[in-house]
């Protein structure tokens, strides 16, 4: 059941992909959203990595007195739901011929070897210092995440959301 307030709320991605105003600037952003070129996907990726990276962020210090490696799974998690949807709907514009199902395990499937690759990076640190802080493991998980970022990129856009010739797209 949809609350009725949400009814009369425009959705996160169409506002994104309309605008909230108009000029210049709103002009652009359209323009991006709406290309399906690799560059444009790019640009899309990126933003939505900024978003889902945010979320990881807030709750890898929310959850770090549990301590790093569960915080990190916490984070890992919600975040990469919250990005393989918005790549479904938003970076590869694959609603309609990706469902959710697939898009959640599969491109989960691809942010696995990120978390194993975290995980990996924060038991190094821990076992180079005793006590790095939050700044620093959040600092060397962004790193890791943006290394391993490229490669996701292209898997999700070459195997996951891929426009397939025989499907008529």
Do not use: K
Not at 146 to 166: D, I, K, N
């Amino acid at each position: 059941m949809t609350c009725p307030s949400m009814l009369r709320r425009p959705h996160a991605v169409d506002v994104l992909r309309h605008g909230i105003g108009s000029g210049h600037g709103h002009r652009v952003v359209r323009a991006v959203l709406d290309r399906e070129t690799g560059r444009a996907q790019l640009a899309r990726y990126a933003m939505v990595g900024a978003v889902s990276s945010a979320l990881y962020a807030v709750l890898f210090v929310a959850v770090e007195g549990a301590g790093e490696q569960p915080a990190n799974l916490v984070g890992a998690i919600a975040s990469t739901l919250l990005a393989n949807e918005l790549h479904r709907r938003l970076t590869f514009h694959a609603g309609g011929r990706v469902g959710w199902f697939t898009a959640q395990w599969e491109g989960g499937g691809l942010a696995a070897l990120g978390l194993v690759a975290t995980s990996l990076a924060l038991a190094a640190l821990d076992h180079l210092a005793d006590d790095p802080g939050w700044a620093v493991q959040v600092l060397l998980i962004g790193a890791v995440t943006g290394a391993v970022g490229l490669a996701r990129f292209m898997a999700l856009r070459a195997w996951v959301f891929h426009r397939s010739p025989a499907r008529g797209e």
